[in-house]
Nanobody
């Protein structure tokens, strides 16, 4: 069992930056690929970014490529999402999730993730 707790969300203006953190409870953290997803009101949960077990590979949704950066610190059991140049359309609840699969297709699929955090709200005003 892996418990994930997100933090770092908040209300910011367009163009600002935020860094989300996701702390994992398990010592087996390094055996999971990690992902960030987001869900806006009335919309389906969508993939944002994913990172491999060793942080050697990452994937991003086209909508955030070049603005968001995912990283992880296995010594601290934590994954991060640095979000720059935020836009109003980035407003959503952001979730981190753990998966035993990693790849260009698998990492984008909600059903491939076995553990989820409770989410943190990010609101970007125009």
């Amino acid at each position: 069992q892996v418990q994930l707790v997100e933090s770092g969300g908040g209300l910011v203006q367009a163009g600002d930056s935020l860094r989300l953190s996701c702390a994992a409870s398990a010592r087996t953290f390094r055996s999971y690929a990690m992902g960030w997803f987001r869900q806006a009101p009335g919309k389906e949960r969508e993939f944002v970014a994913a990172i491999s077990w060793s942080a050697g590979s990452t994937y991003y949704a086209d909508s955030v490529k070049g603005r968001f950066t995912i990283s992880r610190d296995n010594a601290k059991n934590t994954v991060y999402l640095q979000m720059n140049s935020l836009k109003p359309e980035d407003t959503a609840v952001y979730y981190c999730a753990a998966s035993q699969s990693f790849g260009p297709i698998a990492s984008m699929r909600v059903e491939r993730y076995v553990y989820w955090g409770q989410g943190t709200q990010v609101t970007v005003s125009s």
